[in-house]
């Protein structure tokens, strides 16, 4: 408890571990922050101690628990990370790593496929949703709106071309995999 109060105090960060599905209520007032102002410092009542609570204070919290379920109470009161990984990324991670240093063009051409492929769906939902609020924005018959007409057309262009890097980019992605696959074995 010691070491707890002399980081809430002096701003250092706080690892408890191995901790399971239920936390000791004592902890209550540091997970919501249950600050108050004396003289014009932040204080914090642990237990029935009052603190001056530093702004650097960071607490963390992990478990060794698979899949924990903790209650909604405890839920709201922190931000709960995931950091179990499954085997097909883990594989995917060391691949990565390993096609990386044998063949460091091939993995940078992955990496500029997967950028490029998320551009271009960023494209595509733009060209949508420009597409939507043409056709809710005009007015009248939308065949005698020429500028919708051209919003549609220039949209219509670009969507293609985008489809064709797709279908490109698919190819290139094929060809890489059976590049990685062979340090599978």
């Known amino acids: 408890m010691r070491v ?6 002096f701003g250092y960060p706080l690892l408890l571990e191995n901790v399971y599905e239920e936390l000791d209520a004592s902890l209550e007032p540091l997970l919501l922050k249950q600050t108050f102002k004396q003289s014009g410092v932040d204080m914090i009542m642990m237990g029935d101690q009052v603190l001056e609570y530093s702004k650097d204070f960071r607490f ?7 899949n924990p379920h903790y209650l909604p109470e405890i839920s709201t009161k922190v931000s709960l990370l995931n950091f179990m990984i499954t085997p097909e990324g883990l594989e995917d991670q060391l691949l990565g790593i390993v096609v ?9 051409e992955r990496q500029t496929l997967i950028v490029t492929s998320a551009a271009n769906n960023k ?3 733009e ?3 420009k597409i939507l609020y043409t056709l ?3 007015e009248g018959n939308i065949l005698e709106d020429e ?3 051209e919003v549609l057309d220039s949209s219509k262009v670009l ?10 980019g698919e190819e290139t992605e094929k060809k890489i995999e059976a590049s990685r696959a062979g340090y599978r074995t």
């Open 4 to 9: 707890l109060e002399n980081c809430v105090t």
């Open 60 to 66: 963390y919290i992990t478990t060794k628990l698979r």
């Open 100 to 108: 990386a240093k044998e063949r460091p063009e091939l993995e940078e």
């Open 123 to 125: 494209q595509l939902k």
């Open 127 to 129: 060209i949508e949703d």
């Open 136 to 138: 809710s924005s005009s």
């Open 147 to 149: 500028s919708a007409i």
């Open 159 to 168: 969507s293609n071309e985008i489809s064709k890097k797709q279908i490109i």
